[in-house]
């Protein structure tokens, strides 16, 4: 299974609620989608949040990382593909902060999956982790806004930034 294969698999779960039978209106999905960088390389991610209340989601999130490391005097390049679930509590409707802006924590437990290329004599670190998150977000219309996040020390430390929309009128 290639990345094109993960990502239409996920748009179809992102998605599917929306065409489902006997609707029961919600506004409890979100999306995500874009970049960070961490200790080991460059990621692209894609994620989605269910809300079960005004303060915690529970979220899916998969991420394809470059990671270049020079090793005996040779050049390799990793790929390192990652999928994570994540518990978070949100503070956007507690009123600390101006409408608009959610700040959020959590943890996560997450699979990261390293290719193992040839002639390589060094460690990759394919397996379980679990970690935590802190950031934020922007909402500059009712659906769509930026985050910002800080992670680890899961596999690594590392930041992530992008585009959030919020799916509404959703059902199930």
Not at 19 to 44: A, C, E, R, W
Request: hydrophobic letters at 40%.
């Amino acid at each position: 299974m290639n990345a094109k294969h993960i990502i239409f698999i996920f748009l179809i779960l992102t998605f599917q609620p929306s065409f489902s039978q006997n609707p029961k209106p919600i506004d409890k999905f979100q999306s995500s989608i874009g970049y960070g960088v961490t200790g080991y390389g460059n990621l692209v991610f894609l994620g989605s949040s269910y809300f079960f209340d005004d303060i915690r989601s529970l979220g899916l999130d998969f991420s394809r990382r470059n990671y270049a490391e020079a090793l005996n005097g040779k050049m390799f390049n990793h790929e390192i593909y990652g999928l994570t679930s994540r518990l978070d509590i949100h503070l956007e409707k507690t009123n600390i902060f101006p409408k608009g802006i959610d700040v959020y924590f959590g943890i996560n437990l997450g699979f990261y999956y390293w290719n193992k290329l040839e002639n390589y004599d060094g460690q990759f670190y394919s397996g379980f982790n679990i970690g935590a998150q802190v950031g934020g977000a922007y909402f500059f219309s009712n659906k769509m806004g930026i985050k910002f996040e800080l992670l680890g020390p899961n596999d690594c430390l590392g930041a992530k930034i992008g585009l959030i929309y919020k799916l509404t009128n959703c059902s199930f």
